[in-house]
């Protein structure tokens, strides 16, 4: 098992209004991973992802692509200490 990490990603692009966040909860969901994302009011995406780090590592490389109709331009990724609370994915 690997160590557990938390990471927030700055996603920046066409990333609102083509269902990122909700392609990105399913898919979090789906690798057991706790944290949230939400839309930013200057049209980026934060998120942040807690859990196994090879798990993460994979999540946000999902990021860089994103959902079918996201254009991701940019992500900016950075660690964050682990919330021994965190529990569960969740879209704002």
């Known amino acids: ?5 938390r990471k927030r990603v700055l996603i ?8 990122f966040r909700w392609y990105t909860r399913d898919r979090a969901e789906s690798l ?3 944290g949230w994302v939400r839309n930013l009011p200057d049209r980026k995406v934060e998120a942040v992802f807690q859990g196994e780090e090879s798990l993460v590592d994979d999540m946000v490389e999902w ?3 994103g959902s079918p109709a996201a254009r991701v331009k940019s992500v900016i990724v950075e660690d964050e200490p682990v919330s021994p609370a965190a529990r569960g994915f969740y879209a704002e």
């Open 63 to 65: 990021c860089r692509r």
């Open 12 to 19: 920046s692009g066409r990333v609102q209004g083509v269902g």
């Open 1 to 5: 098992m690997d160590r557990i990490c």
């Open 32 to 34: 057991g991973l706790s």
